[in-house]
């Protein structure tokens, strides 16, 4: 499969047409953001990191019965996938505080949750990715009610399978953030990527940060953390 024209480029990604009107090739880029983009930088290395990740953990989930957009990887940085129309929500669950919900709340990073949550931003940069609940999501058309019963179902199991797979490897998933998509035949898979970028992962013994935050925050150790995670994923 080729790449016939791009037809997105993203902040992290670029997006080819090929000659399957189904199938598209996402490029991953290291070029990183932040705050909407008013962060700049490059983490070396990134691209082929996240499209690595991002494959391995949307294969194991295809497996335990959550449709994903992975087809097949082309090469470091390219991954052929199914063409969607991306519903836009930010789909984030969260095991432990930390982020906007330890800012929103007023509360220190690292309370472990009775059980997890889940919330939506409208993606949409303009707006700055507001927070907006399911009846909102529905009022303004993003979604129905059965997608969104299908989203929060999905994005539950997902949450389950890789907070086991990442304490085998001895990290703690405290938070992430999924998008889906829809298929011209109107089937929600799981889109978009699951990386260091999108996850917040810390080593479960020190609490190290193994993710984007090093950048987001400035802590220094950047590509290190990426490779780190990198490793541990294969141990
Ligand atoms: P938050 O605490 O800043 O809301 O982030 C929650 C999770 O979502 C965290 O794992 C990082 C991820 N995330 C993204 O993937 N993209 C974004 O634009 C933002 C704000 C967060």
Do not use: C, H, M
């Given at each position: 499969m080729r790449k016939v024209n791009m037809i997105y480029e993203g902040k992290a990604k670029k997006v080819y047409a090929t000659d399957d009107p189904d199938l598209l090739i996402v490029s991953y880029k290291d070029d990183a953001t932040a705050f909407n983009g008013l962060?700049?930088?490059?983490?070396?290395?990134?691209?082929?990191?996240?499209?690595r990740m991002s494959n391995i953990l949307m294969a194991k989930l295809e497996e335990a019965g959550v449709p994903t957009h992975f087809v097949?990887?082309?090469?470091?940085?390219?991954?052929?996938v199914k063409k969607v129309k991306i519903v836009p929500l930010e789909v984030i669950v969260r095991n432990i505080s930390a982020g906007s919900f330890a800012k929103n709340y007023g509360v220190q990073e690292g309370i472990i949750f009775e059980e997890p949550t889940i919330e939506f931003s409208y993606k949409?940069?303009?707006?700055?990715?507001?927070?907006?609940?399911?009846?909102?999501a529905i009022a303004l058309g993003i979604a129905t009610r059965a997608e969104i019963?299908?989203?929060?179902?999905?994005?539950?199991?997902?949450?389950?399978?890789?907070?086991?797979?990442?304490?085998s490897r001895g990290v703690t998933l405290v938070d992430f953030k999924l998008e889906f998509g829809k298929t011209?035949?109107?089937?929600?898979?799981?889109?978009?990527?699951?990386?260091?970028?999108?996850c917040r992962l810390w080593d479960s013994e020190t609490g190290k940060k193994l993710d984007k935050d090093r950048?987001?925050?400035d802590l220094g150790g950047v590509e290190e953390a990426y490779h780190e995670i990198m490793r541990r994923l294969f141990d």
């Open positions: 962060k700049r930088g490059t983490i070396i290395g990134k691209g082929v990191i996240n499209n097949s990887e082309l090469n470091e940085r390219d991954t052929l949409n940069d303009e707006l700055g990715d507001p927070l907006i609940n399911d009846y909102q019963e299908t989203i929060t179902k999905y994005a539950f199991t997902v949450n389950e399978i890789l907070r086991a797979l990442w304490a011209s035949d109107g089937t929600i898979i799981l889109a978009d990527e699951i990386s260091p970028d999108t950048f987001r925050r």
